[in-house]
């Protein structure tokens, strides 16, 4: 008998990414088209007639999502994935053949962030990995890979066509660049003045309403003319998405958009689309021992009820749409912390959903951790009744950060950030007998960067001194501890890549490691209960004995397991792609 119990798919609502126009099948009519994506499926195209309100649905078989999305000059769609760094096309005049693969212009890259068509008629598109710039001849279907528009970083985040016909393209993160692409010599090369350069992280560029692309360096703007910056107040307008009747597209969102006619009228119009489920993210234990999981972009909240067997889709309780990276219950209420920013929020699941950021909103937005924040990913309560909250660096940054959060003050009352220089907090545990709290850290820094330091450190936190008491390096060679568990006088923790986890005896300072998992534990998936440590790897759920280190696989899970953790008396839950699934403990225990 199968001991796993598939409580089902808890979140339908996909990713919006993004609308165009383009035409219907015969070519007369202009639609809208709506993409989606969907972190448990692949994902789809929406065609809307604006004039019916009739919509119809077209699935790809390949590619959670896309971020670059644009109508080519043979006035068929073409997407760019994430994932593989997919070029994707869909033609409206042959919607039987659906939407097909080209390829993959260059093996390196697994983003594809943003199109637009060069002065020779081809789509070109700035990539993740190595900063490169791809194209695609609609002509031919050839794929080609450009190059690095940067030697050392990782985006080529934005791309723009001037009105010569260049390609104009943002670099960054780390030391930021813009780039023109001359496409009929095929030479590319910084634009930016020797004085700004070293000045900025990220170079943008945007397209204007005139034609024009335009550069922001910092604060400053910039039109691009003749493979060069020319300084402006501020750019054009940016084009609309307007319909050749006169009407503008003015709003397009999650099942909705807003239509201006000319004669100023404005209608608000929804639409439908089938989602198969988006991947549960994250899965925590919530007052009255509900179970809370949550979704990445689209940003959304659920909760299981184990007692009346029941799911409900709750909604997005931040300010943000990222993810929530932890979640923490203190006094029967939920906080909530979410990227980007370490958004913080709490909810009261015995009164109505009303999100906002007044005294009287359920969930209520709290706010930004504070510098040094950006993926929240651990959240303690502290003995003092405070949240402890661990992120890892925003972008092009290197050392996270340690905030405190008074619930008494509603405020931010303390942050650490580089408790370890250079490194990230991933986990966090409080030990009882030290009275300690306990952090792990991640070497790596935010996007754009890479690692300035070699070994993970595990240290404690004084809450009463407010400082650091120990820093050890508890598994050499390892990069990120990604969970961690305070019990008796000792602290759990699991390190990767080696796979180790280890006990830290406080007192000697003593480490030992108690068993090698080498299909990887989900972050922060491990919790101990009657005395026992359960955890989740990959593939199954384990039982570690924190004295004895006699470790036992239970059982294994051969769907996957993606993302966890919570744990009570009525199982152990995790998510495994779109479905929340709960692995019962009663005969275990």
Not at 140 to 167: C, F, H, N, W
Not at 321 to 343: D, F, K, Q, R
Not at 371 to 377: A, F, N, V, Y
Request: net charge negative; with cysteine.
């Amino acid at each position: 008998m199968e001991p796993f119990e598939d409580l089902g798919v808890p979140l339908r609502k996909a990713g919006f990414r993004g609308c165009i126009i383009g035409p219907d099948v015969s070519g007369e009519k202009e639609l809208l088209y709506f993409n989606f994506s969907q972190g448990g499926g692949d994902l789809f195209l929406v065609a809307v007639d604006p004039d019916s309100g009739s919509s119809k649905q077209y699935d790809a078989d390949v590619g959670p999502g896309a971020h670059g999305l644009i109508l080519g000059p043979d006035k068929r769609i073409y997407l760019g994935t994430w994932g593989e760094g997919l070029v994707l096309r869909f033609d409206p005049g042959h919607p039987e053949m659906g939407i097909r693969v080209l390829g993959r212009p260059a093996e390196s890259e697994t983003y594809i962030w943003m199109y637009t068509i060069g002065g020779d008629g081809k789509i070109y598109g700035g990539t993740y990995g190595n900063a490169k710039l791809i194209s695609c001849c609609p002509e031919t279907d050839e794929l080609r890979d450009l190059g690095r528009m940067d030697p050392t970083q990782m985006y080529t985040r934005s791309v723009a066509t001037g009105k010569d016909g260049r390609i104009y393209v943002g670099v960054g993160i780390g030391d930021g660049d813009v780039v023109v692409y001359d496409p009929w010599k095929g030479t590319h090369g910084s634009i930016v003045p020797d004085e700004l350069k070293g000045q900025f992280k990220q170079g943008r560029v945007t397209s204007g309403r005139d034609g024009h692309a335009y550069a922001q360096i910092g604060s400053a703007w910039y039109r691009c003319e003749s493979g060069e910056l020319q300084s402006v107040g501020s750019p054009a307008a940016p084009p609309e998405i307007r319909l050749s009747s006169g009407e503008v597209v003015e709003t397009t969102g999650n099942g909705f958009y807003s239509i201006r006619y000319p004669d100023g009228r404005t209608e608000h119009r929804t639409f439908e689309y089938r989602g198969s489920g988006v991947a549960i993210f994250h899965v925590a234990e919530g007052p009255f021992g509900r179970i809370y999981g949550s979704s990445a972009m689209p940003l959304e909240l659920f909760e299981y009820d184990p007692e009346t067997d029941g799911t409900r889709h709750l909604g997005n309780p931040t300010d943000v749409n990222g993810e929530i990276y932890s979640m923490a219950t203190l006094h029967g209420l939920l906080y909530v912390c979410a990227y980007p920013g370490s958004w913080l929020s709490v909810y009261d699941p015995r009164k109505p959903w009303d999100y906002g950021t007044s005294a009287g909103s359920n969930p209520r937005g709290i706010g930004y951790a504070g510098e040094g924040h950006l993926r929240p990913r651990a959240m303690i309560v502290g003995p003092d009744e405070r949240l402890y909250i661990g992120s890892l660096p925003p972008y092009g940054e290197h050392g996270g950060a340690l905030g405190v959060y008074d619930p008494e003050e509603d405020e931010f009352i303390e942050n650490y950030r580089n408790l370890v220089p250079n490194q990230g907090v991933m986990s966090l545990a409080y030990e009882p007998e030290s009275a300690l709290i306990f952090g792990g850290t991640n070497i790596s820094g935010g996007g754009g960067t890479v690692p300035i330091e070699h070994e993970a450190h595990l240290w404690a936190w004084d809450i009463e001194d407010r400082e650091k008491v120990t820093d050890i390096i508890p598994i050499p060679g390892d990069a990120c501890i990604g969970a961690l568990l305070g019990h008796d006088g000792m602290v759990f923790g699991y390190s990767r890549p080696s796979g180790s986890i280890f006990r830290f005896e406080v007192d000697s300072e003593k480490v030992d490691v108690l068993q090698r998992v080498e299909e990887g534990v989900p972050d922060l998936s491990m919790g101990i209960m009657e005395g026992m440590i359960y955890g989740l790897s990959h593939e199954y759920v384990f039982r570690l004995d924190p004295g004895s280190g006699h470790y036992r696989i239970l059982d294994r899970y051969h769907r996957g397991i993606d993302a966890g953790f919570a744990m009570n008396k009525t199982g152990i839950y995790f998510g495994s792609g779109a479905h929340l699934v709960r692995y019962p403990l009663d005969r275990h225990l």
